[in-house]
């Protein structure tokens, strides 16, 4: 399968590719003109599983030559990485992208408190959403009405009201460091709390891909059984 990631240098996004490749697949990969990749070499030693598009975000010629000939996306935008007022236009223009190149599957990656699942919210992940809330807003890159939460609410929408797409969207709990475990839980209910690996959201994310039966579906991942 040849698969495009956006997400640039956001964990999840690097947990997607190394994973990706390592299951056989090829991997189209968006990152930032200025990224420095974890490992050089990946530019070089790589291209017969790797491509790398070095694109600002509202670059359309480059999202074309990410999408090109690629089976399915998956969208896993970090606010560590990518602006939270961005969100939204890059998902557009992703979609745009996938429609011009007939690409229907996609992935998107985006945290526990979006849309219905804002009751999931333990005081951990809030206190950390909101203080980068604050962050951005000290420097002046986010509008005060604009909160990382309505972001992805607003994304996770944008995808909703394609019609054309077949899509899975991953609500993960606090993301960390660690390894991957294949021990969280993936539901449709609403999980409290709880943390888990990037290194596990990519591997939900890459088995989502396979099954059909989680089309049109949100689903909320975490290392924890308290299901709301």
Not at 65 to 89: G, K, M, Y
Not at 217 to 226: D, H, L, M, N, V
């Amino acid at each position: 399968m040849r698969i495009a990631v956006v997400g640039g240098m956001g964990a999840v996004a690097q947990q997607l590719v190394v994973q990706a490749m390592e299951a056989g697949h090829f991997v189209s990969w968006m990152v930032k003109p200025t990224d420095q990749l974890p490992d050089p070499c990946l530019e070089t030693d790589y291209t017969q599983v790797l491509c790398i598009v070095r694109s600002s975000w509202d670059d359309t010629v480059k999202y074309d030559e990410l999408v090109s000939e690629c089976d399915a996306v998956i969208v896993a935008l970090d606010f560590n990485h990518t602006r939270p007022e961005q969100f939204v236009p890059v998902q557009r223009v992703v979609q745009k992208s996938m429609a011009r190149h007939n690409v229907q599957r996609i992935i998107l990656v985006t945290t526990h408190g979006s849309a219905e699942s804002s009751r999931q919210l333990d005081w951990e992940l809030w206190a950390k959403l909101n203080v980068n809330q604050v962050f951005y807003m000290a420097l002046g890159t986010m509008a005060p009405c604009w909160s990382i939460i309505s972001q992805y609410t607003a994304q996770e929408q944008v995808v909703k009201s394609a019609e054309s797409l077949k899509y899975t969207i991953l609500r993960p709990a606090a993301v960390t460091d660690g390894p991957t475990t294949g021990t969280y839980l993936a539901s449709p209910s609403h999980i409290f709390g709880g943390y888990i690996s990037a290194a596990d959201v990519a591997d939900c994310a890459l088995k989502a891909l396979d099954h059909d039966m989680d089309v049109s579906q949100a689903f909320s991942i975490a290392y924890s059984s308290r299901v709301a």
